[in-house]
């Protein structure tokens, strides 16, 4: 079975840092990885996705993240906070075959400060 | 636009009730899902369907039923034996249950008890 592990629950930076939020996911099959945003009282929104190809991915409002086999993790990074990054961020991690079980880390909340 | 409505937005059970919670998807999406959100504790599957008239449970689906009846529709209800349904309920939607596909989600309901 596959798993997520989202290292800190609570990132702060100030506006214009470098942003970094930390997955690390389990599986024993070469997994498909996800991450989304959540917005108070919203639903969740894909930024970005690996699937297969290229290890480095670009998603949406700047975000991208590494697919890194060897250190089995998947961190999103950007490199200037802004303000309205402010929300949660969830990691999530599927396999192939016949699970078609999508399952999510915990979230980060990311807050920036002016 | 294309998306995935559900309704209400807020919903209020009394004891000893069943409540439905509203899922429509226009995307032509073939699968679609349930989650349910706690503080803390990431998303967790409650029920997933890939096709019209089949469904699977998910890892949390006591005291939950779901029906899929038309393609763009999948209704949660939330029964009686859930003892703890005060949460925020998330319906997603995938164009097929493969793994790779990323889901698509509505803005949620967020169920409390009076």
Redesign the interface.
């Known amino acids: 079975a596959q798993s997520v592990t989202q290292l800190g629950s609570h990132v702060s930076v100030s506006e214009g840092a470098l942003v970094l939020l930390r997955c690390n996911y389990s599986s024993s099959v070469p997994p498909y990885l996800f991450w989304y945003v959540q917005y108070p009282n919203q639903g969740l929104q894909l930024l970005l996705k690996y699937t297969t190809g290229a290890t480095l991915v670009k998603g949406i409002n700047g975000f991208e993240a590494e697919f890194k086999k060897s250190e089995t993790s998947f961190h999103l990074t950007k490199p200037s906070a802004h303000m309205s990054d402010a929300a949660e961020y969830f990691c999530a991690v599927s396999v192939g075959g016949s699970n078609y079980k999508l399952t999510f880390g915990k979230g980060t909340l990311l807050t920036v400060n002016p | 636009d294309g998306g995935?409505t559900?309704s209400p937005k807020y919903l209020f059970r009394k004891e000893g009730q069943n409540v439905t919670l509203s899922c429509e998807q226009n995307l032509n999406h073939d699968?679609m899902?349930w989650y349910r959100q706690d503080p803390?504790?990431?998303?967790r599957?409650i029920y997933?369907s890939?096709i019209v008239n089949d469904f699977q449970k998910?890892d949390i689906a006591e005291g939950y039923s779901v029906s899929r009846e038309k393609k763009e529709s999948f209704p949660l209800t939330v029964t009686s034996a859930q003892k703890n349904p005060t949460a925020f309920y998330?319906c997603?939607s995938s164009i097929s249950?493969?793994?790779?596909q990323?889901?698509?989600?509505?803005?949620?309901t967020?169920l409390s008890i009076l």
């Open positions: 995935i559900q699968a899902y803390g504790q990431g998303l599957l997933y890939q998910g998330l997603a249950g493969a793994s790779n990323p889901q698509h989600f509505g803005d949620g967020r």
